[in-house]
Each structure stands twice: as structure tokens, then as C-alpha cells.
């Protein structure tokens, strides 16, 4: 029947959270992610005029301008460093510097990714806390447990990595001196790392900011990937944190709000968005 669904509309219907990825408009680097959930929403609306002419008439219809936004529901509402970044540059982020603290030894199990980013898991020893790093955190030793002591910037690295909840990520490399195994279990030991007291946003006043670009990234009920790009978009500076009760078991959000652009570097009619459905 017309009106019926069948497994290939069925198919189209989106079941999973999306992810939402973006970065610094025009920039190659990697995409920063934040989890959100299905209260996303994503509108596009053009305007179209006719081109008319006092001897001929109506000669033909154009799009004279176009709209974009984007809307969704952040979890995590105190997420800082998420919000200023996305903002690019409307509010003003300022860490300030804790002190050394002791931290506990971390291990990274048998079967590692080799040259894949690893988060480095700052657990304060006393409370049992996970912190984040003032800059590159302090080590006493890398160590494998058949290859013994790792060499930095040999055996492995150490890299700033957004996706860290500490800022910063091991990569330990299986060709360097020591030939450490992707088999091997490797210990952490921490050399009381200076962590980072407490990071202030703050807003207000005039001032320029900058775009950024990105996609949200889901699966279709088939389990198929889809994405939606955008390629210009501003935070729209509008910020609504809400605050639950000790009576509902409402979860507080951060909704989100960014207004899409034309980007005029890219060709006529790939200018604002472009949907993805991927086959398996």
C-alpha cells in the first residue's frame, strides 16, 4: 500500500544519539567530539524571489538568500572548555595553576593500538579524583612489562589531545629502541604532575569571534553511518543553562544554539550543508 512503511523507509529512521563534531572554520585539525542526545535539530530555508523583467515578464526563479541553524541539548553543563571553544573566542577562558599532587600509578592493558593517542588518567591518590594537567604532565617512568624502562620522543610521545578529560595523551610507538610489544601491559608512573586549580568562562562586551565547521555523526535503524556537514557556522551567543531541583529527576542541559553561513569559498550550491548516508 502506498501509505505503508517498508524495511528500506524503516531503515531511514534514525535510533542512535548523534555525535557532534567540530572544529576552527578552514582549519585541518582534528575535530573536536561532544556526545549529545536526540534533542537536535537541524533547519535550512531558503528565499526565493523571481527575476522579472519590464519587457519579457518572469524570466526565472532565484534563491536571493539562505538560512541555516542548528540547535541541540549539551549534557554536560559545566563542560568549560567545551563552551569557549565552540564559542571561538566570545567568551574569555582563564585556567589557573594548582599545585603538584601526587597522582596513582596508571596501567594501560595488553592489546594497545600502536601510534594511537592514549588519555593520560590523572587520579588524585588522596581523594580519588580524576584532574585535569596545567601543561605536560610530569612522569617518573614509562615501563613496559617485558621491554623494562620506554624513552620518550622514542618508544613513545606525549601529545595535547582535546578528547583527554586531562588534556593530554601517551603514544607509545612499538618501533622505537626498546621494541615494546602491542602485547606487553604498560605502567604509568606519575611524578606529582602540577594540575590545574580551577578554569573561569566569562562574557560580556563587544568583541569579534570566529567560525567554526563540523558534522554530526549517527547511524540509520539499519545500523548504516550518516552524517550532516555544515561548512561556516557562529555560536549564536545565546547561552541557557538550567538548573534541576532536589524534587525531579531532570537532567540540567546546556542548549546550544549556531547559525549557519554560506561559506563562498566552496562552489555554488555546497555552500551551507550537505547530507551523507554511507551503505555498509
Known sequence: ????????DVNQILNNPGIFNFR??????????????????????????EQEFDDTGVAFDAIGKENGEISFAFGKVFDLDFMSSLAGG???KTTTAGSATACDDQIIA???????????????????????????????????DSSGTLTVN?????????????????????????????????????NSPVIVADVEMSGGGLKNYNAIEGYFDTNLKDGSPAQIYFYKGYFNGNLNTGFGSASTPDASVTDVVIS?????????????????????
Open 110 to 144: 595488553a592489546g594497545w593500538t600502536n601510534k594511537a593517542p592514549m588519555p593520560f588518567e590523572l587520579i588524585v591518590t588522596s581523594s580519588g579524583v580524576s584532574v585535569q594537567a596545567n601543561g605536560e604532565p610530569a612522569l617518573t617512568s614509562v615501563t613496559g
Open 260 to 280: 549557519l553561513k554560506l561559506d563562498a569559498t566552496r562552489t555554488e550550491g555546497l555552500q551551507m550543508f550537505s547530507f551523507k548516508k554511507q551503505t555498509l
Open 24 to 49: 576552527a572554520y578552514g582549519s585541518s585539525g582534528t575535530y573536536i567530539k561532544s556526545v549529545f542526545t536526540n534533542a537536535a535539530s537541524f533547519s535550512y530555508t531558503p528565499d526565493v524571489f
Open 90 to 92: 566570545l567568551f574569555t
Open 1 to 8: 500500500m502506498a501509505n505503508s512503511f517498508l524495511e528500506t
Open 154 to 190: 622514542d618508544d613513545y610521545s606525549i601529545i595535547p589531545d582535546s578528547n583527554s578529560f586531562s588534556g593530554y595523551s601517551i603514544v607509545l610507538n612499538s618501533a622505537g629502541t626498546a621494541s615494546v610489544a602491542t602485547t606487553e601491559e604498560i605502567t604509568i608512573e606519575y
